[in-house]
């Protein structure tokens, strides 16, 4: 006997995006039977949240991506950014000028080794914070990121419990003694 869930047809799931009630729009971007049509509706949605939820999802058509990229919600793009299999939309989300996209993109495992290299010398410190934390970073970026200007990605960096030994010694002589502190406490776990 299939779900209830699995019998909702798209038709339906297209007017379920527009229900009043949060839980009932949020259901529809994952639902088995969301086709193109239902992810056209979401895009079409005034509700963020729920466009953001389409944005975040894998394997999306590369129409409804598309769409997406031009959405006016930063929370929508950065949400794409984290999870768009596509190059070249991934490639122009790296380098969106709002700061909350480019840590979205910082997030995706499928950054290029440039895309990288850009994102762990961003201006902004949330991107910087985001790569380290989301993507497997070769010892160029760790050192790179072991000397950053901002105390918070440093101390981001001495938390990880991925950071290699090499670098929590750097992070442990850092000048802020938050930063250094948290280095020698890693190292002491390990």
């Known amino acids: 006997m299939s779900s209830p869930r699995r019998q909702c047809p798209p038709d339906v799931l297209r007017e379920l995006v527009g229900d009043p009630h949060w839980r009932i729009r949020w259901s529809t971007p994952d639902h ?8 056209r509706a979401i895009v079409a949605s005034p509700d963020s949240t ?4 389409l944005a975040e999802l894998d394997d999306i058509e590369p129409e409804i991506t598309y769409l997406l990229t031009e959405d006016d919600a930063s929370e929508v793009k950065a949400g794409l950014a984290a999870h768009t299999a596509l190059p070249g939309v991934l490639a122009a989300l790296a380098t969106d000028p709002d700061a909350k996209v480019r840590a979205g993109a910082a997030q995706n495992p499928r950054t290029t080794p440039e895309q990288r290299r850009a994102l762990a010398r ?3 410190a949330l ?3 985001n790569l380290l934390k989301f993507v497997e970073l070769d010892d160029e970026k760790l050192r790179l990121l072991a000397h950053d200007r901002s ?3 440093r101390w981001w960096l001495a938390s990880w419990p991925t950071t290699p030994d090499h670098i929590l010694e750097i992070l442990a002589r850092d000048p802020h ?7 020698a406490a890693e190292w002491a776990r390990r």
């Not at 088995?32 to 992810?39: E, F, L, T």
């Not at 729920?50 to 939820?53: E, F, G, P, S, V």
């Open 151 to 153: 105390i918070n990605v």
């Open 32 to 39: 088995p039977q969301a086709d193109i049509g239902v992810k």
């Open 127 to 129: 991107v910087r914070a």
């Open 50 to 53: 729920l466009r953001r939820l």
């Open 177 to 183: 003694p938050d930063v250094a502190n948290q280095a």
């Open 122 to 124: 961003d201006r902004a």
